[in-house]
């Protein structure tokens, strides 16, 4: 396993533009997968995007087209570039790492970041 550290949240207007960063402890090389849930108040965590060990990205509807997920090897860590916020786009945002091993997938998550939008 590895270990993740989310930041870059806080309070964010509507339409903002903030980026949230995934620090991984170790390396994350092409074996792993990576991506950001996210879990509103009183709802289940949801999926907001994935990308593979060979940066495929893969987008929840309700975020396609506004928000964005990179990785950079070399600093591992993980971006979610969010624009165009809304409302509903309020919660706390996870990082997540899978690895395949023998065909289990292995799980590794942060602790979190609070998203706050303001209307």
């Known amino acids: 396993q590895v270990h993740l550290v989310e930041s870059g949240g806080g309070l964010v207007q509507a339409g903002g533009s903030p980026r949230l960063s995934c620090l991984v402890s170790g390396s994350i090389d092409s074996s792993y997968d990576m991506g950001w849930y996210r879990q509103a108040p009183g709802k289940q965590r949801e999926l907001v995007g994935t990308i593979t060990g060979t940066s495929n990205t893969n987008y929840a509807d309700s975020v396609q087209g506004r928000f964005t997920i990179s990785r950079d090897g070399a600093k591992n860590t993980v971006y979610l570039q969010m624009n165009s916020l809304k409302p509903e786009d309020t919660a706390v945002y996870y990082c997540?790492?899978?690895?395949?091993?023998?065909?289990?997938?292995?799980?590794?998550w942060g602790q979190g970041t609070q998203v706050t939008v303001s209307s």
């Open positions: 997540n790492a899978v690895r395949v091993i023998f065909g289990i997938r292995h799980h590794s």
